[in-house]
């Protein structure tokens, strides 16, 4: 995906390298944009809404009857694109985590950590590109030597890609990002995070579960913050029989950088010995 800013000025009348105060206040250092897929949008281009809400949202004119089978080929072009541009990765590891982690906290250093340690170790980090954890796994991957790639979601309030990725791909579409990171890593790793995190967290423990992908281990970072989830899922959803023995397995909870790399290199071990 390619992004071009073209800058046009009249050669006619003289430069003098000077921005007035309307000038300024129209274009600011960093203007609020939209990301729409590929396309970024600035100032009275930007629209409202995000392509998977109009997708999901069935209320308003019938009209939408007519623009769905549209919509379909909006979607298998972004999984074309998507396969294409992460087709030669190499073993990765995705790496979740709250967006809103600030670069003072003790976690962002955490997550340069665990960047630059599965860099060290041969595996690309992927996340979703933001800022935060996020940008902190990037950054720790790509100043380690290794690959370091974002695999970005047209939000209302996000910010794009942070500038640690070196490999970055826009969607519109959550379920299509979501196949990109179940496709091209070998593990999960989970620092602490929200919604969009547990979101990912269980939808990979249910992949896992029902046997749709094999030999992909789920680690979460973080005793304290983990634990009274992983605690939840022991004491009720297994004791309730919601779920088995062995579906508690799925989840490895630790705090050790070590301990989690080697977690994820046994697995991808595992997995080339099965192959």
């Known amino acids: 995906m390619f992004r071009a800013v073209l800058t046009v000025r009249n050669t006619h009348e003289p430069y003098s390298g000077l921005v007035s105060d309307q000038t300024a206040d129209r274009y600011p250092e960093n203007p609020p944009e939209r990301h729409k897929g590929p396309v970024v949008q600035r100032r009275e281009q930007r629209d409202e809404g995000t392509t998977d809400q109009r997708l999901l ?7 939408w009857v007519h623009t769905d089978p549209w919509r379909v080929l909006r979607i298998q072009a972004e999984f074309v694109e998507g396969f294409g541009a992460l087709a030669e990765v190499p073993r990765a590891v995705t790496v979740f985590g709250s ?4 670069r003072d906290h003790p976690e962002y250093e955490l997550g340069r950590k665990i960047g630059a340690a599965l860099a060290n170790e041969g595996f690309a980090a992927i996340t ?9 796994v990037n950054r720790g991957a790509a100043e380690a030597g290794g690959m370091s790639i974002g695999l970005g979601i047209e939000l209302p309030f996000e910010q ?15 379920f299509v990002r979501k196949t990109m ?53 022991a004491k009720t959803l297994l004791a309730e029989g919601k779920i088995s023995e062995k579906d508690l397995d799925l989840l490895h909870i630790t705090d050790d950088i070590d301990d989690a790399v080697r977690v994820v290199k046994e697995s991808f071990q595992a997995w080339e010995d099965s192959h």
């Open 57 to 63: 949202d069935t209320r308003g004119p019938s009209d």
């Open 99 to 102: 967006a809103r982690t600030p």
């Open 128 to 136: 979703g590109g933001g800022p935060g954890a996020m940008e902190a």
């Open 160 to 174: 794009g890609l942070n500038r640690w990725v070196d490999l970055g791909v826009n969607f519109r579409y959550f």
């Open 181 to 233: 990171f179940i496709k091209y890593s070998q593990a999960f790793i989970c620092l602490p995070g929200g919604f969009g995190t547990l979101d990912e967290l269980f939808e990979a423990l249910t992949l896992v579960q029902t046997k749709k992908v094999t030999k992909f281990p789920v680690v979460l970072f973080g005793s304290e913050y983990w634990g009274g989830l992983y605690d939840w899922v």
